[in-house]
């Protein structure tokens, strides 16, 4: 865990050096590739205070209603994620400046990097994490004495 919150302060170093930097700049060009870094910054202290979370011991449930919110949510974000890769891809086709082209290609690898990602969020943490009433059931009963027989 010390690991975690030391990297949760230098990421959030670089989030305020960054910041400093774009502002002391009037090149528009300049000052949002630097916001660019520092919010790919940001976002590695959120995953790293998610990190935290796991590590700290289990987390609430998710309900089986909330579960199912969560998991349209993400198939959403994942159908938007995936036009964006299609349509990055589609321009880089006819991009030749190659300055453009490494934004749209970093655009692209991020994208995708979203996505799979987010397959990983539902698969391995909101699915298992969730509560279901067939698991509330077998808790019920699984050990239950006599499983509602007489005599139970």
């Known amino acids: 865990m010390i690991f975690f919150r030391e990297q949760i302060k230098l990421e959030n170093k670089?989030?305020?050096?960054?910041?400093?930097?774009?502002?002391?700049?009037?090149?528009?060009?300049?000052?949002?590739?630097?916001?660019?870094?520092?919010?790919?910054?940001?976002?590695?202290?959120?995953?790293?205070?998610?990190?935290?979370?796991?590590?700290?011991?289990?987390?609430?449930?998710?309900?089986?209603?909330?579960?199912?919110?969560?998991?349209?949510?993400?198939?959403?974000?994942m159908k938007l994620e995936e036009e964006a890769i299609r349509t990055y891809k589609e321009q880089l086709k006819t991009v030749e400046d190659?300055?453009?082209?490494?934004?749209?290609?970093?655009?692209?690898?991020?994208?995708?990097?979203?996505?799979?990602?987010l397959t990983r969020i539902d698969k391995w943490i909101i699915q298992p994490q969730a509560l279901t009433e067939d698991d509330l059931w077998e808790m019920l009963w699984k050990h239950a004495p006599f499983h509602g027989a007489p005599g139970g």
Do not use: C, F, W
């Open 14 to 77: 670089i989030v305020n050096l960054a910041e400093e930097n774009a502002k002391a700049t009037d090149n528009v060009l300049i000052s949002e590739l630097i916001r660019g870094i520092a919010l790919d910054s940001r976002k590695h202290a959120n995953l790293l205070t998610a990190a935290i979370a796991m590590a700290s011991g289990p987390t609430p449930l998710i309900e089986e209603q909330q579960m199912d919110v969560l998991g349209e949510h993400i198939k959403e974000h």
């Open 98 to 117: 190659e300055r453009m082209r490494l934004i749209l290609q970093y655009l692209v690898n991020d994208e995708e990097r979203h996505h799979a990602l």
